[in-house]
């Protein structure tokens, strides 16, 4: 079936560092979400990608479609304390409504 | 942003019985729920899509017999896991919202023992 793949599993940063993960589609997707969700609680949603190639900045997170719009990236400027918890991307696909599948996330640890 | 509440937020079951969890849509009405399983440290697995007024769908591999989805009203979407098992402990958590962000729920923590 269709799958989203995410790496890494794991990332554990200093603080002040940058962080990455990324998320890869098995087939082209109509829109990509992406979600934090910190120790305990039900997954937040941060943004969503639709046009090939878009990029979009939060502040110091930013978040890339790529063109053939089967992956996608989240990068984090200087990692804070607040910045823990685990990142999921989460993908749409053509003609199945609301349908979200979800990678399988990348817990991000920030040592101060 | 809409609010989705989800109750109970946690519960622990005898293994054999039943267990009910509400999601309710609280400031929007939602034709369509969504329904996931995550396992500590894992990613969202969808259930099934819960669709008001009609059958649910489930996703491949999941026991419809088991998880029984309820979608009555506009508002409320409801999921019981029929003679619990402890292999059915797990953190179970409902969304809605199809063409733009999904809201989640709180999550339930069901615990079978």
């Known amino acids: 079936g269709q799958q989203v793949m995410q790496i890494p599993q794991y990332q554990h940063v200093q603080e002040g560092e940058d962080f990455t993960t990324y998320c890869n589609s098995s087939?082209?997707?109509?829109?990509i979400q992406w979600y934090k969700q910190r120790p305990g609680g039900h997954p937040v949603f941060l943004i969503q990608?639709?046009?090939?190639?878009e990029v979009k900045k939060q502040k110091r997170l930013t978040f890339q479609f790529g063109e053939a719009k089967k992956n996608s990236s989240l990068h984090i400027t200087a990692t804070q304390t607040t910045d823990v918890g685990t990142y999921f991307c989460?993908?749409?696909?053509?003609?199945?409504?609301?349908?979200?599948?979800f990678g399988q996330g990348t817990e991000l640890s920030v040592k101060p | 942003g809409a609010v989705v509440s989800q109750h109970p937020s946690r519960v622990i079951c005898k293994s054999g019985t039943s267990v009910k969890i509400e999601c309710r849509s609280l400031?929007?009405?939602?034709?369509?729920m969504f329904w996931y399983r995550q396992f500590p440290k894992q990613s969202l697995m969808l259930m099934a899509t819960?669709?008001?007024?009609?059958?649910?769908?489930?996703e491949q591999g999941v026991e419809k017999d088991k998880f029984l989805i309820n979608h009555a009203s506009l508002t409320l979407s409801t999921l019981t896991v029929t003679s619990a098992h402890p292999e059915d402990s797990s953190f179970y958590i409902c969304?809605?919202?199809?063409?733009?962000?999904?809201?989640f729920g709180q999550g339930t923590r069901l615990t079978v023992v």
């Open positions: 969304s809605a919202g199809v063409f733009t962000e999904a809201f």
């Open positions: 087939t082209t997707l109509s829109n």
């Open positions: 990608l639709v046009k090939s190639g």
């Open positions: 989460a993908g749409r696909l053509y003609n199945q409504g609301g349908k979200l599948i």
């Open positions: 400031d929007f009405q939602a034709t369509t």
């Open positions: 819960s669709n008001e007024g009609s059958k649910a769908t489930y």
